[in-house]
């Protein structure tokens, strides 16, 4: 069902040796949600996917629906927990009984109000193991197919809502598209799984084989598989299955394996899984990961509410979708238009109206602007050719006008000299006329502004663009005065273009204020760092107190550990209490410990360095969120100073954090590397994304990045956009080693 497939296994002594190490570790270390939040003790839902899905994009959709909807609709805490078990040796007593005892022990003394299980080979787990693990707690399946429902005698106490693979639906969809096609290529892999839904696809499709020929590569090697597919012949359609393992024996993701193949692929492919649609497939009549993970969610937010499952029962099929990807409808040359009513399509490229709406609203309003003054323009220009004497009259009553204008006013042909200046800008500058007229004027435009001034100039004026630009203009008494200069095209009443015109005015005025709010900002940008270095100190402080206090604890805990396992006690319920009351204590230690100063202060990165310090933050995200973070780097100093180490590391935390909460993505990527007077950051993903000029997505995360980096001199850029990913690049200047190491936090922030 494109969730995914590993495989692998242990030697007996080597299994016996990791679920000992596994089961203290369980027993010892527990986890933060272990520790109840607040008086009212949360709801425990233990969440079992095989082992082979874990990363899989469709349980990522389906974790992601069932946590989502236990916080949005659940009207008391809830806590899950997802556990992963092999279930590709169910064969295996030593092993399951390994697993088994693990999970019991991960959870005794645990009250478990609800147990969710995916895919059939974890519902079938649970059903084996229920009464070891999980007696009496009622089950809810997700994404189970109802065929494999009818192979199994459920207890009345096992509900959930089924999925219906329409293979045949997805078939008759595609050849509606493609009324042409002779021949169907059906691709499977070599998995038990794969083998299965091989043969339900014959099945399905024998009504087609009167007009069909089919052909199916099934249990081929990945490379044998791309030459066949990219070699097919004219008039033929891909079906694909799913592949979990190649004909090789090698593991696939099966929405991974198609991708691969529609890159070679010289026919478009359908499919019946929606993580399919956006790997490579053209589309297909799709059951959604997300709308199982849903209704498994509320399906258990009624059992936790009191409600038996008995009275709920197993529910209908959901509804499948007509999904599409718009960038394969293009490939293929299809049209929207012969799409099923109410097809959904996906991945569909903003058009130009989409992007620049509001760029062209205001460019029509100014352009409609700038066409009332032209066409006064342009009503004067036909009166003045009626008749020399009325040109004359009228260009006399120009010079008037501009000369009686308060503001510095310029024309110019053509050619992009300036023919003309009106009086109240000769005044200012105290220049002659045929001083200014040609390129004249920019001997008066401060040496620092001119080669800017010019080139905004000749920019706007080679693509007949209105311009706006400010510039330091020197007056008749040496001083140099800001100016800010608009002009605009003029058009001939045939539509030519005659030159331009344009206006400057002096707010110098205005920007002695705008320096002035300048320096208030610097000054909260002061006080903001003072306040984040008191933070700081703050953290550390706490978390050494912490450290230092609970450490003596643990230290304690690890004799009396020492002295239980010299001196056990005479009977097993006097071992069991005292093991109860050891694992209680651990878990409120190191649960104290974990939280509070991992959180506080980052002590790693005083200890062993930026780059272990973010690498082991990597690791932590991908074993506590299931995030898989690519950590490279090159070239970073050895010696960084406290200051900008700290910063860096911020900021990869909080880049990473809203990976999690908002990237909708299992993959990103951090690079530290050396650069020429300092070194560069950048943090990326390819979730979902956000577009950074809307007001609702400037949050405290990038406005205390943007902090941070103020302090030790950084700069930050931002690049992301609706479902094209995030990317957070950072410079930070750090010192050569013969210069002072860098000021602490505390010092930039006086500073």
């Not at 209908?316 to 979708?321: L, M, T, V």
Request: with cysteine; hydrophobic share 40%; charged share 25%.
């Amino acid at each position: 069902m494109g969730m995914g497939g590993k495989a692998g296994g242990e030697s007996a002594p080597h299994l016996r040796g990791l679920a000992s190490a596994l089961a203290v570790v369980a027993v010892l270390a527990g986890g933060p949600s272990a520790v109840a939040a607040g008086p009212e003790t949360p709801k425990l839902v233990v969440v079992l996917y095989p082992n082979e899905s874990d990363g899989a994009p469709g349980i990522v959709l389906v974790n992601g629906a069932i946590r989502s909807t236990f916080a949005g609709e659940s009207p008391g805490p809830v806590e899950i927990r997802n556990e992963y078990v092999d279930t590709s040796r169910l064969g295996n007593s030593e092993f399951n009984h390994a697993q088994v005892s693990l999970l019991r022990q991960k959870y005794a003394g645990r009250k478990v109000d609800l147990v969710i299980t995916g895919l059939s080979s974890g519902l079938d787990f649970a059903l084996e193991h229920r009464d070891e693990l999980f007696p009496g707690v009622p089950i809810v399946f997700v994404a189970v197919d109802e065929r494999e429902l009818r192979a199994r005698r459920l207890p009345p106490d096992v509900i959930g809502v089924p999925i219906r693979m329409d293979l045949s639906g997805t078939l008759e969809l595609a050849l509606r598209l493609h009324p042409d096609t002779r021949r169907v290529f059906v691709i499977a892999g070599s998995a038990p799984f794969d083998a299965e839904w091989e043969a339900e696809a014959r099945r399905a499709f024998r009504p087609y084989e009167d007009r069909l020929e089919f052909v199916y590569l099934s249990g081929l090697p990945m490379d044998e598989l791309l030459g066949r597919v990219a070699d097919l012949p004219d008039r033929s359609l891909v079906y694909y299955l799913h592949i979990h393992q190649d004909g090789g024996g090698k593991p696939f993701v099966p929405a991974e394996a198609l991708e691969r193949l529609a890159a070679r692929a010289n026919a478009p492919i359908y499919g019946h899984v929606d993580t399919y649609v956006g790997r490579g497939a053209v589309g297909g009549r799709v059951f959604t990961f997300e709308a199982e993970g849903r209704n498994a969610a509320r399906l258990g937010l009624r059992l936790l509410a009191g409600e038996r499952p008995e009275s709920i029962r197993v529910a209908e099929a959901g509804e499948d979708i007509d999904l599409f990807d718009w960038r394969q409808l293009r490939r293929w040359g299809i049209g929207e238009g012969n799409l099923p009513p109410g097809s959904v399509v996906r991945y569909r490229d903003p058009g130009f109206w989409d992007l620049y709406r509001w760029h062209v609203v205001g460019a029509v309003s100014v352009c409609g602007v700038e066409a009332l003054l032209i066409a006064g323009l342009l009503i004067q220009r036909v009166k003045r050719r009626r008749s020399e004497a009325a040109l004359r009259e009228s260009e006399a009553r120009f010079r008037l006008m501009a000369d009686a204008a308060p503001i510095l006013i310029w024309s110019a042909g053509v050619d992009k000299a300036c023919t003309y200046f009106n009086r109240p800008w000769l005044e200012f500058t105290g220049r002659a006329p045929e001083r200014e007229l040609g390129d004249g004027w920019a001997e008066g435009v401060h040496p620092a502004d001119r080669a800017r001034c010019l080139e905004v100039y000749t920019t706007h004026f080679d693509a007949r663009e209105p311009f706006e630009m400010v510039y330091r203009l020197r007056r008749h008494d040496g001083e140099y005065r800001w100016v800010l200069d608009r002009g605009v095209p003029r058009l001939s009443p045939d539509g030519a273009f005659a030159g331009y015109v344009g206006a400057c005015t002096d707010i110098t005025d205005r920007r002695r204020a705008e320096d002035g709010l300048l320096a208030s900002r610097r000054e909260l940008r002061s006080l903001t760092g003072r306040l984040l270095e008191a933070q700081e100190a703050e953290r550390r402080r706490v978390a050494r107190e912490l450290h230092d206090d609970l450490n003596q604890s643990l230290a304690l805990l690890a004799v009396e550990i020492d002295l239980l396992a010299h001196r056990p006690p005479g009977s097993a319920a006097e071992t069991a209490k005292c093991l109860r009351g050891l694992s209680a204590r651990v878990k409120e230690l190191s649960s104290s410990v974990h939280d509070l100063s991992h959180q506080l202060h980052p002590s790693k990165l005083e200890q062993v360095g930026l780059v272990a310090a973010v690498r082991g933050l990597c690791k932590e995200l991908k074993q506590h969120h299931g995030v898989d973070v690519v950590f490279a780097h090159r070239d970073v100093p050895e010696v960084i100073p406290e200051a900008t180490a700290l910063c860096l590391y911020r900021i990869v935390q909080e880049g990473l954090r809203n990976v999690v909460k908002h990237g909708g993505t299992d993959r990103a990527a951090v690079e530290l590397s050396g650069a020429p007077g300092g070194l560069r950051l950048r943090v990326s993903d390819d979730g979902a994304g956000f577009d950074p000029a809307a007001p609702r997505n400037g949050g405290l995360g990038l406005v205390s990045m943007r902090e941070r980096l103020h302090l030790v001199g950084g700069e930050i850029a931002l690049d992301s956009r609706p479902a094209g990913g995030t990317r957070i690049d950072v410079r930070v200047p750090v010192p050569a080693r013969d210069e002072p190491a860098g000021a602490s936090l505390a010092e930039a922030a006086r500073g």
